[in-house]
Protein backbone atom coordinates (compact mmCIF):
# COMPACT_ATOMS: atom_id res chain seq x y z
CA UNK A 1 0.00 0.00 0.00
CA UNK A 2 2.45 2.67 0.96
CA UNK A 3 4.59 1.93 -2.08
CA UNK A 4 1.54 2.70 -4.20
CA UNK A 5 1.02 5.56 -2.47
CA UNK A 6 4.97 6.66 -2.81
CA UNK A 7 4.27 6.16 -6.43
CA UNK A 8 1.00 6.84 -7.71
CA UNK A 9 0.02 9.24 -4.59
CA UNK A 10 -3.29 9.05 -2.30
CA UNK A 11 -6.25 6.97 -2.97
CA UNK A 12 -9.01 8.44 -5.97
CA UNK A 13 -12.56 7.91 -4.97
CA UNK A 14 -14.40 10.33 -2.67
CA UNK A 15 -13.60 13.51 -4.33
CA UNK A 16 -16.13 15.58 -6.58
CA UNK A 17 -14.17 15.64 -9.70
CA UNK A 18 -16.25 14.47 -12.89
CA UNK A 19 -13.33 13.01 -14.63
CA UNK A 20 -13.22 9.42 -15.06
CA UNK A 21 -11.76 7.30 -12.56
CA UNK A 22 -9.77 5.22 -15.13
CA UNK A 23 -8.80 8.21 -16.87
CA UNK A 24 -7.43 9.72 -13.30
CA UNK A 25 -5.99 6.70 -12.86
CA UNK A 26 -3.81 6.99 -16.23
CA UNK A 27 -2.77 10.23 -15.48
CA UNK A 28 -1.06 8.78 -12.15
CA UNK A 29 0.72 6.39 -14.05
CA UNK A 30 2.42 8.65 -16.25
CA UNK A 31 3.30 11.01 -14.07
CA UNK A 32 5.10 8.26 -12.40
CA UNK A 33 6.48 7.92 -16.09
CA UNK A 34 7.15 11.35 -16.97
CA UNK A 35 9.25 12.26 -13.24
CA UNK A 36 10.97 8.41 -13.65
CA UNK A 37 9.85 6.97 -10.44
CA UNK A 38 8.31 4.61 -13.13
CA UNK A 39 11.39 3.87 -15.48
CA UNK A 40 11.31 2.37 -19.32
CA UNK A 41 10.99 -1.69 -19.02
CA UNK A 42 10.41 -1.33 -14.94
CA UNK A 43 7.06 -3.44 -14.05
CA UNK A 44 4.04 -1.67 -13.01
CA UNK A 45 2.27 -3.04 -9.51
CA UNK A 46 -0.23 -5.63 -9.51
CA UNK A 47 -3.23 -4.42 -10.41
CA UNK A 48 -4.63 -6.16 -7.49
CA UNK A 49 -2.24 -3.46 -5.24
CA UNK A 50 -2.70 -0.62 -7.75
CA UNK A 51 -6.75 -0.73 -7.00
CA UNK A 52 -6.19 -1.11 -3.18
CA UNK A 53 -3.58 1.50 -2.70
CA UNK A 54 -5.65 3.92 -5.07
CA UNK A 55 -8.82 2.60 -3.13
CA UNK A 56 -10.81 2.07 -6.93
CA UNK A 57 -12.29 -1.38 -8.51
CA UNK A 58 -9.75 -3.86 -10.52
CA UNK A 59 -11.92 -3.20 -13.38
CA UNK A 60 -10.79 0.72 -13.38
CA UNK A 61 -7.36 -0.21 -12.79
CA UNK A 62 -7.81 -2.82 -15.92
CA UNK A 63 -9.20 -0.60 -18.44
CA UNK A 64 -6.76 2.61 -17.79
CA UNK A 65 -3.93 -0.12 -18.41
CA UNK A 66 -5.64 -1.20 -21.29
CA UNK A 67 -5.80 2.26 -22.93
CA UNK A 68 -1.91 3.12 -21.72
CA UNK A 69 -1.14 -0.63 -23.41
CA UNK A 70 -3.41 0.55 -26.73
CA UNK A 71 -0.93 4.07 -26.69
CA UNK A 72 2.20 2.21 -26.94
CA UNK A 73 3.26 3.78 -23.28
CA UNK A 74 2.98 0.49 -21.22
CA UNK A 75 2.88 -3.33 -22.69
CA UNK A 76 1.58 -6.46 -21.23
CA UNK A 77 3.39 -9.53 -21.61
CA UNK A 78 1.48 -13.27 -20.61
CA UNK A 79 2.18 -14.30 -16.89
CA UNK A 80 4.63 -11.74 -16.40
CA UNK A 81 2.78 -8.39 -16.07
CA UNK A 82 2.84 -4.55 -17.16
CA UNK A 83 5.52 -3.10 -17.78
CA UNK A 84 6.85 0.26 -18.69
CA UNK A 85 7.24 0.81 -22.73
CA UNK A 86 8.63 4.81 -22.30
CA UNK A 87 8.15 7.95 -22.60
CA UNK A 88 6.27 9.69 -25.77
CA UNK A 89 9.97 11.24 -26.37
CA UNK A 90 10.28 11.63 -30.08
CA UNK A 91 13.64 11.20 -31.44
CA UNK A 92 14.95 13.02 -33.89
CA UNK A 93 17.27 11.80 -36.94
CA UNK A 94 18.72 13.97 -39.26
CA UNK A 95 18.06 13.22 -43.01
CA UNK A 96 21.56 14.85 -44.51
CA UNK A 97 23.95 12.73 -42.40
CA UNK A 98 24.47 8.82 -43.17
CA UNK A 99 25.00 7.79 -39.63
CA UNK A 100 24.46 3.20 -38.53
CA UNK A 101 21.79 2.71 -36.26
CA UNK A 102 24.49 2.20 -33.47
CA UNK A 103 26.05 5.36 -34.33
CA UNK A 104 22.38 7.55 -34.43
CA UNK A 105 21.26 5.54 -30.71
CA UNK A 106 24.61 6.28 -29.11
CA UNK A 107 24.71 9.79 -30.05
CA UNK A 108 21.64 10.43 -28.15
CA UNK A 109 22.68 8.10 -24.84
CA UNK A 110 20.94 5.48 -25.69
CA UNK A 111 22.08 1.64 -25.73
CA UNK A 112 21.69 0.14 -28.75
CA UNK A 113 20.84 -3.47 -29.24
CA UNK A 114 19.76 -6.14 -31.54
CA UNK A 115 17.74 -9.01 -31.77
CA UNK A 116 18.63 -11.56 -34.37
CA UNK A 117 15.55 -12.75 -36.62
CA UNK A 118 17.40 -14.12 -39.38
CA UNK A 119 21.04 -14.32 -40.89
CA UNK A 120 21.05 -15.97 -44.03
CA UNK A 121 23.54 -16.18 -47.71
CA UNK A 122 21.19 -16.50 -50.58
CA UNK A 123 20.46 -15.93 -54.47
CA UNK A 124 19.39 -12.14 -54.79
CA UNK A 125 15.88 -11.58 -55.96
CA UNK A 126 15.49 -9.87 -59.29
CA UNK A 127 14.50 -6.61 -57.29
CA UNK A 128 17.73 -6.85 -55.06
CA UNK A 129 19.70 -8.03 -58.33
CA UNK A 130 18.60 -4.73 -60.13
CA UNK A 131 19.06 -2.52 -57.37
CA UNK A 132 22.84 -3.72 -56.25
CA UNK A 133 23.71 -4.50 -59.98
CA UNK A 134 24.56 -7.87 -59.47
CA UNK A 135 24.41 -10.89 -61.87
CA UNK A 136 21.80 -13.46 -60.38
CA UNK A 137 24.48 -15.61 -59.64
CA UNK A 138 26.31 -13.22 -57.20
CA UNK A 139 25.03 -14.29 -53.65
CA UNK A 140 23.76 -11.90 -51.16
CA UNK A 141 23.82 -12.17 -47.38
CA UNK A 142 20.61 -10.96 -45.87
CA UNK A 143 20.50 -9.87 -42.55
CA UNK A 144 16.59 -9.19 -40.38
CA UNK A 145 16.97 -7.64 -37.17
CA UNK A 146 14.90 -6.37 -34.71
CA UNK A 147 16.46 -2.49 -33.95
CA UNK A 148 16.25 -2.06 -30.03
CA UNK A 149 16.92 1.39 -27.88
CA UNK A 150 17.29 1.07 -23.90
CA UNK A 151 14.90 -1.84 -24.43
CA UNK A 152 12.10 -0.41 -26.24
CA UNK A 153 12.12 -1.82 -30.08
CA UNK A 154 12.20 0.72 -32.23
CA UNK A 155 12.23 -0.89 -35.81
CA UNK A 156 12.80 -3.91 -37.93
CA UNK A 157 15.21 -4.08 -40.25
CA UNK A 158 16.20 -6.07 -43.02
CA UNK A 159 19.45 -5.69 -44.85
CA UNK A 160 21.01 -7.02 -48.25
CA UNK A 161 24.49 -6.74 -48.88
CA UNK A 162 26.25 -8.26 -51.81
CA UNK A 163 28.41 -11.15 -50.29
CA UNK A 164 31.52 -10.17 -51.71
CA UNK A 165 31.78 -6.61 -49.42
CA UNK A 166 30.43 -8.91 -46.40
CA UNK A 167 31.84 -12.79 -46.61
CA UNK A 168 31.91 -13.87 -43.20
CA UNK A 169 27.99 -12.28 -42.42
CA UNK A 170 28.71 -13.95 -38.26
CA UNK A 171 31.52 -10.48 -38.37
CA UNK A 172 28.19 -8.30 -37.76
CA UNK A 173 28.05 -8.69 -33.96
CA UNK A 174 26.51 -5.04 -32.78
CA UNK A 175 26.65 -2.97 -35.90
CA UNK A 176 26.29 -3.41 -39.99
CA UNK A 177 28.62 -0.37 -40.63
CA UNK A 178 30.79 -1.62 -38.14
CA UNK A 179 31.48 -4.74 -39.98
CA UNK A 180 32.03 -2.92 -43.05
CA UNK A 181 34.01 -0.92 -41.84
CA UNK A 182 36.66 -3.48 -41.08
CA UNK A 183 36.81 -4.71 -44.40
CA UNK A 184 36.81 -1.38 -45.91
CA UNK A 185 33.12 -1.29 -47.31
CA UNK A 186 32.03 1.49 -45.21
CA UNK A 187 29.23 3.24 -47.21
CA UNK A 188 29.86 7.37 -48.18
CA UNK A 189 26.76 7.81 -49.51
CA UNK A 190 22.91 6.93 -49.34
CA UNK A 191 20.02 7.63 -50.98
CA UNK A 192 16.34 7.22 -48.45
CA UNK A 193 13.07 6.59 -49.77
CA UNK A 194 10.44 7.24 -46.71
CA UNK A 195 6.75 6.58 -46.52
CA UNK A 196 3.55 5.97 -44.16
CA UNK A 197 2.50 2.65 -42.97
CA UNK A 198 0.69 0.59 -41.03
CA UNK A 199 1.95 -1.81 -38.98
CA UNK A 200 1.59 -5.89 -39.52
CA UNK A 201 0.08 -7.51 -36.53
CA UNK A 202 3.54 -9.60 -36.51
CA UNK A 203 5.64 -6.38 -37.08
CA UNK A 204 3.04 -4.83 -34.62
CA UNK A 205 3.95 -7.92 -31.65
CA UNK A 206 7.87 -7.67 -32.30
CA UNK A 207 7.54 -3.45 -31.76
CA UNK A 208 5.57 -4.01 -28.60
CA UNK A 209 2.31 -1.45 -30.14
CA UNK A 210 -1.07 -1.98 -31.34
CA UNK A 211 -1.68 -4.34 -34.77
CA UNK A 212 -2.23 -1.39 -36.96
CA UNK A 213 0.02 1.00 -35.32
CA UNK A 214 1.68 3.35 -38.05
CA UNK A 215 4.93 3.45 -38.84
CA UNK A 216 7.70 4.80 -40.93
CA UNK A 217 8.87 2.11 -44.20
CA UNK A 218 12.20 3.54 -44.67
CA UNK A 219 14.46 2.26 -47.78
CA UNK A 220 17.72 2.63 -48.03
CA UNK A 221 20.28 2.59 -51.04
CA UNK A 222 23.81 3.14 -50.21
CA UNK A 223 26.79 3.29 -52.02
CA UNK A 224 30.99 3.14 -51.67
CA UNK A 225 33.32 6.55 -52.70
CA UNK A 226 33.42 4.65 -55.98
CA UNK A 227 29.76 4.43 -56.65
CA UNK A 228 29.27 1.08 -56.39
CA UNK A 229 25.73 0.03 -54.60
CA UNK A 230 26.86 -1.98 -51.15
CA UNK A 231 23.72 -2.19 -49.29
CA UNK A 232 19.74 -2.32 -49.91
CA UNK A 233 18.18 -2.14 -46.61
CA UNK A 234 14.10 -2.20 -45.52
CA UNK A 235 13.23 -0.23 -42.43
CA UNK A 236 10.38 -0.02 -40.61
CA UNK A 237 10.03 2.10 -37.55
CA UNK A 238 7.83 2.68 -35.04
CA UNK A 239 5.48 6.08 -35.91
CA UNK A 240 5.43 6.96 -32.53
CA UNK A 241 8.93 7.47 -31.72
CA UNK A 242 10.86 8.49 -34.46
CA UNK A 243 10.42 11.89 -36.62
CA UNK A 244 12.91 12.74 -39.67
CA UNK A 245 14.49 16.13 -39.83
CA UNK A 246 15.51 17.63 -42.75
CA UNK A 247 17.50 20.70 -43.21
CA UNK A 248 16.42 22.81 -46.14
CA UNK A 249 18.76 25.82 -47.54
CA UNK A 250 17.83 28.27 -50.11
CA UNK A 251 19.90 28.53 -52.84
CA UNK A 252 20.90 31.82 -54.20
CA UNK A 253 22.62 31.37 -57.60
C1 LIG B 1 20.24 2.43 -40.12
C2 LIG B 1 19.86 2.36 -41.59
C3 LIG B 1 20.17 1.03 -42.23
C4 LIG B 1 21.57 0.58 -41.87
C5 LIG B 1 21.75 0.57 -40.38
C6 LIG B 1 23.14 0.15 -39.96
O1 LIG B 1 19.31 1.80 -39.32
N1 LIG B 1 18.44 2.66 -41.79
O2 LIG B 1 20.06 1.18 -43.63
O3 LIG B 1 21.80 -0.73 -42.38
O4 LIG B 1 21.51 1.87 -39.87
O5 LIG B 1 23.18 0.16 -38.57
P1 LIG B 1 24.18 -0.71 -37.71
O6 LIG B 1 25.58 -0.36 -38.19
O7 LIG B 1 23.93 -0.29 -36.31
O8 LIG B 1 23.88 -2.15 -37.95
Redesign the pocket.
Known amino acids: MNGIASLLGPPLADTYDPTPLYFRVQERILAAIETDLLKPAEALPGERDIAEGLGISRVTVRKAIAGLVEKGLLTQRQGSGTFVVGRRQRMEQRLSRLT???EDMRLRGLK?STHWLNRDVSLPTPDEAMRLSLSPSETVVRLKRL?IANDVPMAI?T?VIPSRYLPKPEAVVA????ALEANGCLPVRALQRLRAAILTPAEAALLEVPPGSPALA?D?MSYLENGAPV?F?R?TYRGDTYDFVAELNLRRE
Do not use: M, W
Open positions: SFTPREASLYDIRETS
